[in-house]
Structures are given as C-alpha cells and as structure tokens.
C-alpha cells in the first residue's frame, strides 16, 4: 500500500500565495515521478507541474513563473509553492506518484481563489 498525505489547500484572494505539500509512505520503491495535477468543477482533471529523479521538472503553460514544484526524494515529499494566484486556478490539488509503472493518487486538498 501507498499513501500520499497532503496538505496546506485553503481559500485565499487573488494575487496572494500557497503551498501544497504531499509525503509518500508505504511500499515505495524508487520514485520516478512526483507531480501536482488539478481538477476544477465539469473540467477533466489537468497537469499541473511534474518533478523526475532526474530533476527533469514541467509545468503546465498556465502556472509557468507563478508555481514552483520541488521535492525531496530522500524523504518522498513534493510540493507546490502557488504564488500570484488567479481565481481560474481554483481546483482540488492531486498529489501523485509515479514508479514500478503504477501511479498513486492523493485524495485532493482544495485550492480556492477569490477574485
């Protein structure tokens, strides 16, 4: 079993900042992927920003110089520095991993943005 903890969603105005944090436990081996997807209300759930073991990071074209990802592969912790938030950006936050060709899934921290 896997488990992803997150946290640090919440409601705040636009323009101001937060930030997600997500720990992986359980049977881990290698992560190969750590990322931060979103899913707002009738829309399908999207890429947010991805970290490799590599260092290799990627980010949606949405967030690109607002959001920075980083993460510890010592102790399997991600997270997501939000910064200059839009109310477009309102959505539930999914932490995931990615290794031995599976993929884990957080149960979601809400971000809310007030315009």
């Known amino acids: 079993q896997v488990q992803l903890a997150e946290s640090g969603g919440g409601l705040v105005q636009a323009g101001g900042s937060l930030r997600l944090s997500c720990a992986a436990s359980?049977?881990?081996?290698?992560?190969?992927?750590m990322g931060w997807y979103r899913q707002a209300p009738g829309k399908q759930r999207e890429l947010v920003a991805t970290v490799t073991s590599g260092g290799r990071i990627n980010y949606a074209d949405s967030v690109k110089g607002r959001f920075t990802i980083s993460s510890d592969d010592a102790k399997n912790t991600v997270s997501l520095q939000m910064n200059s938030l839009k109310p477009e950006d309102t959505a539930v936050y999914y932490c995931?991993?990615?290794?031995?060709?599976?993929?884990?899934w957080g149960q979601g921290t809400q971000v809310t943005v007030s315009s």
């Open positions: 995931n991993v990615f290794f031995l060709r599976n993929y884990y």
């Open positions: 359980g049977r881990i081996f290698r992560i190969n992927t």
